[in-house]
């Protein structure tokens, strides 16, 4: 499976933002999203199960952020909302691996990382 990510770009604090993540084919686990600011280690975002009825998310997004998706179009979305300049970072999706617990924030129980879509909010 390869993934795409996309949508970033530059937004004011108080913006918003929509990433996008397509699959080049069906993906059957949870799919989440990470982050890596320069100079800092990549970070988990949030997470959404493969039929996208259970998410969870960074303490530092959770009420801003919200992920979904949609498996007709093999796609996973980020809305961002309420940016602040802590938020820039790029931005990777990833999916869960199958023998990895549901709640997981390691980077390495994800895999099939997409090539990341830069975010950055000016203050």
């Known amino acids: 499976v390869q993934l795409q990510a996309s949508g970033g770009g530059l937004v004011q604090a108080g913006g918003s933002l929509r990433l996008s993540c397509a699959a080049s084919?069906?993906?059957?686990?949870?799919m989440a999203w990470f982050r890596q600011a320069p100079g800092k280690e990549r970070e988990f975002v949030a997470a959404?199960?493969?039929?996208?009825?259970?998410?969870y998310y960074a303490d530092s997004v959770k009420g801003r952020f919200t992920i979904s998706r949609d498996n007709a179009k093999n796609t996973v979305y980020l809305q961002m909302n309420s940016l602040e300049p802590k938020d820039t970072a790029v931005y990777y999706c990833?999916?869960?691996?199958?023998?990895?617990?549901?709640?997981?924030?390691?980077?390495?129980?994800?895999?099939?990382w997409g090539q990341g879509t830069l975010v950055t909010v000016s203050s």
């Open positions: 084919g069906r993906t059957f686990n949870a």
């Open positions: 959404v199960s493969w039929r996208g009825g259970n998410t």
């Open positions: 990833a999916t869960k691996k199958q023998d990895a617990i549901w709640g997981t924030r390691y980077s390495t129980d994800f895999r099939f």
